[in-house]
């Protein structure tokens, strides 16, 4: 398998508003809160989301929960360029929709801050968890789809190395 053939593979489709990224074993929502609800959130409001779509059941599964700030950063994709709410590019497959947030609520807090990622710029950074809706914060829900994956020594487009 070529390394084209593998980049083309990453996610799949599961047809049921998941995708799978079958390099890391893991579930995405295919849609963000922002792209399901219309409105940005603060920590609060995104682990009420997850907790939510827990109980629904959604796509048949219970164990949603927020990425960490790692499994953000492998998402992250300098070569691709989707657009966000604003038609400004952030750096998600394709296979995520159009229209999604750029700054997402991630799992790691300690005190009054809670941990974000942005896909414009391939950065994690503390956000205070009351970041009012001005904040254009968003969450996109993952779980976790098989045996954790590590991966050591890979390094970004940017230059950073990656700690998987």
Same mark, same amino acid.
């Given at each position: 398998?070529?390394?084209?053939? $593998?980049?083309?593979? #990453?996610?799949?489709?599961?047809?049921?508003?998941?995708?799978?990224?079958?390099?890391?074993?893991?579930? &995405?929502?295919?849609?963000?809160?922002? =792209?399901?609800?219309?409105?940005?959130?603060? &920590?609060?409001?995104?682990?009420?989301?997850?907790?939510?779509?827990?109980?629904?059941?959604? @796509?048949?599964? $219970?164990? &949603?929960? =927020?990425?960490?700030?790692?499994?953000?950063?492998?998402?992250?994709?300098? $070569?691709?360029?989707?657009?966000?709410?604003?038609?400004?590019?952030?750096?998600?497959?394709?296979?995520?929709?159009?229209?999604?947030?750029?700054?997402? &609520?991630? @799992?790691?807090?300690?005190?009054?801050?809670?941990?974000?990622?942005?896909?414009?710029?391939? #950065?994690?950074?503390? +956000? #205070?968890?009351?970041?009012? @809706?001005?904040?254009?914060?968003?969450?996109?829900? +993952?779980?976790?789809?098989?045996?954790?994956?590590?991966?050591?020594?890979?390094?970004?487009?940017?230059?950073?190395? #990656?700690?998987?």
């Amino acid at each position: 398998m070529s390394d084209e053939e $593998e980049f083309e593979d #990453r996610f799949i489709d599961n047809g049921d508003e998941t995708l799978t990224d079958s390099r890391y074993n893991l579930m &995405w929502m295919k849609e963000d809160l922002y =792209l399901m609800k219309g409105k940005w959130c603060n &920590w609060k409001g995104a682990n009420k989301f997850v907790s939510q779509i827990n109980e629904q059941k959604f @796509a048949g599964f $219970e164990d &949603w929960r =927020l990425p960490t700030s790692q499994e953000c950063r492998n998402l992250y994709d300098h $070569e691709c360029k989707n657009a966000d709410f604003n038609d400004d590019i952030v750096h998600l497959d394709l296979k995520f929709p159009e229209g999604c947030g750029f700054t997402y &609520w991630c @799992a790691e807090d300690k005190g009054i801050n809670a941990m974000a990622y942005n896909f414009y710029s391939d #950065r994690n950074y503390p +956000v #205070r968890k009351i970041t009012s @809706a001005e904040g254009f914060m968003s969450c996109r829900p +993952v779980r976790t789809a098989g045996p954790k994956v590590k991966k050591f020594g890979r390094t970004s487009n940017t230059g950073r190395t #990656r700690r998987e």
